[in-house]
């Protein structure tokens, strides 16, 4: 007999089921075909009795598989996070894999030691929505030879399969739109650029589009997340310095609109009377904020699911060239950037 508080062992099943533990080993590997009927329904009964749980860790590091995907995310508290890692998770469950997710709150440092952590569990693949992995990171994941897909940030100088919404695209359309609404002087607002290539992409596109209609004033300001006061300020004296023109300010993505929501309404200010508000990234609760806020929604599930797609392709050998796979994004009007 073995206590209760111990964790009942392959021997332990074997002892109870008077056999070898070769034959539970072939029950638990799906080789029962190979077992007499007596013999099945004694290491069956043994197992049920002792409530015995193969280490599925131990049982993958013995055939060379853990069946795990690491999951490195910049900001889980981002609903875009959140949609992203739901598609994750759907593809893992379909696929016969386990998610590891960790958590970098957009600290560089925290990508290098997650990056450590989950090659110290021998995950399979890594999946990475990067901060900005310094030259430290860029030489362990090459050392690693870990198969790796990128979503929505690309890493400088780092070959490496990408999955994403088409910035260029995506930023044309909202732009297009404002104009075509009549706005007279539009902001771009976003978070510092950094190394982050979709917001430089997508400012880019900004640009692009507005040098075709030169009579529209184009302005664009970066400004940290959660920096009220610098937020207030820059709203401020957009809205002062082009007074008499109808104004609108692009968003970046959705954590900072709710802050430009936030700021707009400290200073006194509402959208889709006083000044346009369009915002990347779909929001619950953007239909119901005022008149509405006009979104640019990306296709966050799908992006996810397809992020995790082609890391088991590289996982089961596939070697074809580095692979960018783009999505395009949606734009949903509402009363923000209506005349």
């Not at 062992?9 to 109870?16: E, G, L, M, R, Y």
């Not at 929001?283 to 640019?296: D, K, N, R, Y």
Request: net charge neutral; glycine share 8%; hydrophobic share 40%.
């Amino acid at each position: 007999m073995i206590s209760k508080s111990a964790r009942p062992t392959i021997s332990d099943v074997a002892k109870a089921a008077k056999t070898g533990k070769t034959s539970v080993s072939r029950y638990l590997n799906g080789e029962q075909n190979v077992l007499s009927d007596d013999l099945r329904l004694r290491i069956e009964t043994a197992i049920a009795e002792l409530d015995y749980r193969p280490s599925q860790m131990a049982r993958g590091l013995k055939r060379g598989r853990t069946r795990l995907i690491g999951l490195i995310i910049a900001d889980i508290t981002n609903p875009y996070s959140v949609d992203v890692l739901s598609g994750i998770e759907a593809a893992c469950r379909e696929k016969g894999f386990t998610p590891l997710v960790c958590n970098t709150n957009n600290e560089v440092d925290q990508e290098l030691h997650y990056l450590d952590l989950l090659r110290s569990y021998q995950v399979e693949g890594i999946v990475v929505n990067a901060v900005g992995m310094r030259e430290e990171g860029l030489n362990r994941l090459q050392q690693s030879a870990l198969p790796m897909v990128l979503i929505d940030r690309k890493i400088p100088d780092f070959a490496c399969d990408v999955v994403g919404l088409d910035n260029t695209q995506a930023a044309t359309t909202a732009t297009e739109h404002l104009v075509e609404q009549g706005f007279e002087a539009i902001m771009f607002l976003s978070e510092p650029l950094g190394t982050v290539n979709t917001r430089r992409e997508r400012l880019n596109a900004f640009h692009a589009t507005l040098k075709r209609y030169p009579g529209i004033v184009a302005e664009n300001a970066e400004v940290p997340l959660h920096e009220a006061d610098l937020m207030d300020n820059t709203l401020r004296q957009f809205h002062s310095t082009h007074r008499g023109m109808r104004k609108a300010v692009i968003s970046a993505n959705g954590a900072l609109t709710l802050q430009v929501a936030r700021s707009l309404r400290r200073i006194g200010l509402h959208w889709g009377s006083d000044i346009g508000l369009l915002g990347f990234d779909e929001l619950e609760w953007a239909e119901l904020a005022g008149v509405g806020i006009t979104t640019l929604k990306q296709p966050t599930w799908q992006i996810g699911y397809a992020a995790l797609q082609q890391v088991v392709k590289r996982i089961e050998g596939g070697n074809d060239t580095v692979y960018e796979q783009v999505f395009s994004g949606e734009l949903i009007v509402r009363g923000s950037t209506v005349r």
